[in-house]
């Protein structure tokens, strides 16, 4: 378990590395942070292939994930999930392994 800052004055919240990052019981503001904080955590344990769960909703959340993403040096590729692991409400992220140059 990681201890992930929050934005407000509460605890910091308890996250396990293993791959899965549900954002549900995050506010849009700890979004961008969790996010490129969580990947970075899954990198550095070798954890290559992270579902990252954002829901299906109106797609605000998905949208900024996926912009998250398309920024981030770490990311190799990214795309929707298949039905068995969320579908649409999920995106799978493969990561550049450690040796890999940005």
């Known amino acids: 378990m990681v201890k992930f800052p929050t934005v407000s004055d509460d605890e910091p919240i308890q996250l396990p590395i293993d791959g899965v990052l549900d954002l549900h019981t995050f506010r849009p503001n700890e979004v961008k942070d969790l996010v490129t ?4 955590e899954c990198r550095a344990r070798g954890i290559l292939r992270v579902r990252i769960i954002h829901g299906k909703g109106i797609g605000n959340l998905r949208r900024t994930v996926h912009a998250l993403l398309a920024k981030n040096p770490e990311v190799e590729t990214f795309a929707l999930a298949s039905e068995p692991f969320s579908g649409w409400g999920a995106t799978i992220v493969h990561l550049k392994s450690t ?3 940005p």
Request: charged residues 15%; proline residues 0%.
């Open 37 to 40: 904080d969580y990947l970075a």
């Open 99 to 101: 040796g890999s140059s």
